[in-house]
């Protein structure tokens, strides 16, 4: 019986067939761009799709890209056990597009940019470029790890298929695409599985409503359990999700991943104007609001029906990440092949995200490391060295990211764990981009300074919170109970938990330090509001006191204007950001970033703006 506890079905023939189909069309797409692009064989074509990319489909990447195994897999879950709080992220999205849109984008579409980064080492200098490109690859590394980690608990619950086995597959189908087809591969196939995911989530709410007698049952079984309380007014910054922290730090968590982030830079610089760029910010949000909300809807559907037997107190799974895969095996096995969608949206999810940073990871090794030091490459030489680097290099980051997995596991929730990693590597590098941004004060000893401050002490307090996590009166999970199940079940091999961490300690069971119940109960939402402050301030005091910027004159283009804040449907016909885009291009087939700096048309560019 459906919501009464013990083992469920395993994966049907029908359910393999429909999961092989999803990962065959996506390895198909990055084949069809190869083939379709193949006279076009060039860098820009292969990093930025030409630059011709539009709105829609780039919107649909970048919403892809950050909705990903972990969203299917983690935000359900978040809903089940806390309640809607997490939808407030919902107000965070509007906030970061708003902020992505008008101050960022503009700046890295003048500067004709291919890696973020770029932008470090014309404002400051290059050690300060190779720093955050190095913590760019340290944060992709552990998110991928997390990424690939979430739909192998997936597959492992409800198929019984090896974990590592698994996690090499996904790596292996990722970096054949990539290599294939560029980023166009990336951002066609995201759209694929963009639908793919947010199909699943509609099939188990769906069936649930048929379960569970309608949808006004769940909300109403929601309502009972406390599950439908979100706004939490108190300003606690130790309380795990409050409307404060959520719309506060999560706008400025969102805004770190968005604007300063390759894999999302990358997609939207790939727009042939600035303001489909723009636009593409925009729609992204609408698909942000549309996937969390249709998450957070499964997660109470899934209460709903386990309200009397909650399948982890009962040991039918071994961790709270394999929640929806248990409840899509308890409702959805009776319809062959729609147990295999839900995997194929899980593991859809994880493709475009692997896929995404090995796109971006090749992007920021070439521009970053390579580029710099040899500058004679012929055109032919650098596009096979792009889809030389998705393979080779793209194994040993594949091979790093899988590693990874394993510290993915010892971070607990998957959700959590992702949002705490850009917090506390991408909060103190928002603030070394704001600092170059807004200041023109700021120099190289400042921003390099500012930015090792923020780090260590995000880190700190990051892995503190990890060591020690956070007592119950914080994270404030909400009572569930297993008087309604049939039985009680040992763990097995299929749903016990890989590996055990502190992580999965309970906070009372471990020796607790002095700071653990205030330092390190810091709400994760907080690390990237903390690591800008931190950034921003010492940054600014370091450039103070070792005499500010000493450049008699700096290029306009490297800070925010306000003409960047009014510039969106007549940026579309501007002829200086026709030519702009054009010199943007000549960059990237070999020319010197000093003298395109130089060029006229940068001055008659800032003359019309």
Request: net charge neutral; glycine share 10%; proline share 4%.
């Amino acid at each position: 019986m459906v919501g009464t506890g013990g083992p469920v079905p395993t994966f049907s023939p029908w359910d393999y067939v429909v999961f092989a189909a999803t990962i065959l069309g996506a390895a198909s797409i990055g084949l069809f761009q190869a083939i379709r692009g193949r006279k076009e064989n060039n860098s820009a074509e292969f990093l930025l799709g030409g630059r011709q990319m539009t709105a829609v489909p780039v919107a649909m990447s970048l919403t892809a890209s950050f909705m990903s195994g972990i969203t299917v897999i983690g935000t359900p879950s978040e809903a089940y056990r806390f309640g809607l709080a997490f939808w407030l992220f919902g107000f965070s999205y509007a906030i970061m597009s708003a902020i992505t849109a008008e101050l960022f984008v503009p700046i890295f579409y003048r500067l004709g940019i291919t890696s973020a980064y770029e932008y470090l080492e014309r404002r400051f200098n290059r050690i300060t470029r190779l720093t955050g490109t190095s913590m760019y690859i340290v944060q992709t590394a552990l998110y991928t790890g997390l990424v690939i980690y979430a739909p192998a608990l997936a597959l492992n619950q409800i198929t019984g298929l090896d974990l590592w086995g698994v996690l090499v597959a996904t790596g292996a189908v990722c970096i054949i695409y990539c290599t294939l087809g560029g980023l166009k591969a990336v951002i066609w196939t995201d759209v694929l599985q963009m639908v793919i995911m947010l199909a699943g989530f509609v099939a188990v709410i769906a069936r649930g409503a048929v379960v569970q007698g309608g949808l006004s049952t769940i909300w109403d079984d929601a309502a009972k359990g406390g599950r439908l309380v979100a706004f939490d007014f108190d300003p606690d910054p130790l309380k795990r999700h409050t409307f404060w922290n959520i719309v506060i730090g999560g706008s400025i968590m969102w805004v770190s991943i968005y604007s300063i982030n390759q894999s999302q830079v990358q997609r939207y610089i790939s727009c042939k104007t600035l303001g489909q760029a723009k636009l593409a910010l925009y729609i992204n949000m609408v698909g942000l609001w549309t996937t969390v909300s249709l998450a957070m809807f499964s997660g109470l559907t899934m209460y709903s029906i386990y309200k009397n037997c909650d399948p982890l107190s009962n040991g039918d799974i071994g961790t709270s990440d394999q929640l929806l895969p248990y409840l899509v095996m308890d409702i959805l096995s009776v319809y062959p092949g729609i147990p295999g969608l839900f995997v194929a949206a899980a593991y859809s999810g994880t493709l475009s995200t692997v896929s995404s940073s090995i796109n971006a990871l090749v992007a920021v090794t070439v521009e970053d490391f390579i580029f710099p030091v040899y500058k004679d490459f012929t055109q032919k030489q650098v596009t096979w060295m792009n889809m030389g680097l998705s393979e080779h290099p793209g194994v040993f980051f594949g091979g790093v990211c899988i590693g990874m997995a394993g510290v993915a596991s010892a971070m607990g929730s998957v959700l959590q764990a992702a949002l705490s990693i850009f917090g506390m590597i991408g909060g103190p590098l928002l603030g070394l981009y704001l600092l170059g941004m807004f200041f023109h004060t700021a120099n190289s000893t400042g921003g390099l300074g500012g930015l090792i401050t923020g780090l260590v002490l995000t880190l700190w307090v990051g892995i503190g919170a990890q060591l020690y996590p956070p007592t119950a009166d914080k994270t404030l999970p909400l009572p569930l109970t297993t008087v309604g199940c049939n039985k009680t079940v040992d763990l097995n091999s299929t749903t016990a938990a890989p590996w055990t961490s502190p992580a999965n300690l309970t906070p009372e069971s471990v020796s607790r330090p002095p700071l653990a119940d205030s330092w390190y109960s810091l709400s994760y939402v907080y690390f990237s509001l903390f690591g800008m402050l931190i950034t921003l301030v010492s940054g600014l005091l370091l450039s103070i006191i070792t005499g500010g910027c000493k450049q008699a004159k700096m290029n306009s283009d490297l800070f925010v204007r306000r003409s960047d804040l009014i510039c969106f449907s007549g940026c579309n016909n501007s002829k200086a950001s026709d030519e702009i885009e054009k010199v943007a291009t000549d960059v990237h087939m070999g020319v010197d970033n000093k003298a395109f700096m130089e060029m006229d048309v940068q001055k008659e560019y800032a003359t019309k703006l």
